[in-house]
């Protein structure tokens, strides 16, 4: 039975920082009580540095108590630095991965591994080609309809320019609300951190793979859970190599390590040619007993590959092979049917239930799973005896019977 365990989360591409998952890690816990028979007890966000955020979460059954430390590695001032380019600068860098994915084969690769999340990043590929497009319509009207009143061919030509630069910075809002920029800003800097070009995520990988480093020397807590989520499962499992890398002999003793990454979108990263650093990451990984990487990925949710292996799915081998173990996640499960059919057409909000407790209790809860009593590895191994391992009034059975197969599959 854990009784103290930290956490290091890896925040996906999402310039709301440490406040805004404050906010939803406050929401996220709002059910657990009443779902699981438990309270919890969540401490005030400490905004330790530029890197570090943390707070603290107490959980407490019938016959159990976890105290749980969860960092949050920042990163939103640089997401937000990179969002607040200038347009000039910004646009042709997500012109030049578009069309780079196209020329290397990597669009095609995406394709073939999840065609779901094929189609989730062509639409913003297109949503980004067709600002630019209506943009130039715009100053090909004004140009057309010049030379029909009568202006001059180079006249005419220096009216359509501002046409079609008013036209851009009208549609420029809505790029901003529905995410496009984000979206846009995000690709090219993971493409490029997995290549092995030198950019900031390669600082945050550091400063998390030393502060997991610390923890571990510390030998205080009973588990060390490094979670990235969506993207941040390409900087949580840089950070774990990273570590190893550091210090070989991690996890050989002392507290029990983990690496969880949830709907992560690694695959769409390291099936570009071009990733070697990424690959070579996900073949450390995947060869180092002393580490257990969990994969969670759910079928309902477009944005993760699920059905995919993520090591040979990429075109890693690795001999032997210790990890991953790959969870398959069923959301429908957490929720109510009303709650459920609400999320049919939100494929974000769908994304996000890996990092929210559900109204139900189901194999699969993230706020048991890193505030609960059982280690996240047997959950992961035998969710389903875990879940009915919970009384109706909280109480733990710490040694519920196997379920072999039910929970995940190497």
Request: glycine share 10%.
């Amino acid at each position: 039975m854990v009784r103290r365990r930290h956490v290091i989360y890896v925040e996906g591409y999402d310039p709301q920082g440490a406040e805004g998952y404050y906010r939803l890690f406050q929401r996220a816990g709002r059910p657990f009580g009443s779902t699981w028979s438990s309270a919890l007890t969540l401490g005030p966000l400490q905004l330790d540095s530029e890197d570090f955020a943390h707070w603290n979460v107490e959980a407490r059954g019938a016959n159990w108590q976890v105290a749980t430390r969860y960092d949050f590695l920042r990163q939103e001032r640089f997401i937000r630095a990179d969002m607040a380019q200038p347009l000039l600068r910004h646009i042709p860098r997500a012109l030049g991965w578009v069309g780079g994915d196209l020329v290397s084969g990597a669009t095609l690769r995406i394709m073939r591994a999840s065609w779901q999340f094929a189609l989730h990043l062509m639409i913003y590929q297109a949503l980004l080609l067709a600002w630019l497009g209506l943009a130039a319509a715009a100053g090909l009207l004004v140009g057309v309809a010049g030379g029909e009143v009568g202006l001059s061919g180079s006249l005419r030509w220096l009216v359509a320019a501002p046409a079609a630069f008013a036209v851009f910075v009208l549609l420029c809002p809505l790029a901003y609300r529905w995410g496009l920029i984000q979206f846009t800003s995000c690709w090219p800097r993971l493409r490029e951190f997995a290549r092995g070009r030198p950019g900031w995520i390669d600082q945050v990988v550091d400063v998390g793979a030393r502060r997991l480093l610390a923890v571990a020397r510390a030998g205080e807590v009973d588990e060390i859970v490094v979670v990235g989520h969506s993207a941040g499962g390409i900087a949580a499992l840089a950070l774990m190599a990273r570590a190893l890398e550091l210090e070989p002999d991690l996890g050989h003793r002392g507290s029990n390590l983990v690496l969880l990454t949830l709907g992560s979108v690694m695959p769409a990263a390291a099936l570009d040619p071009a990733a070697e650093r990424l690959r070579n990451a996900l073949k450390l990984i995947a060869g180092a007993p002393s580490v257990t990487w969990i994969d969670c990925c759910s079928k309902k949710d477009p944005l993760s590959f699920w059905g995919l292996d993520p090591v040979e799915g990429v075109g890693v081998r690795q001999v032997p092979r210790h990890n991953p173990l790959i969870w398959t996640v069923s959301i429908k499960d957490m929720l109510s049917p009303e709650s459920y059919a609400r999320l049919k057409w939100s494929p974000f909000r769908r994304h996000y239930q890996f990092i929210m407790s559900g109204e139900r209790r189901a194999p699969y809860d993230y706020v048991m799973l890193i505030a609960g009593p059982a280690a996240v590895v047997d959950w992961a191994r035998n969710a389903d005896s875990l879940a009915a391992a919970f009384g109706s009034d909280g109480t733990f059975i710490e040694h519920p019977a196997a379920d072999v197969g039910a929970g995940a599959s190497s």
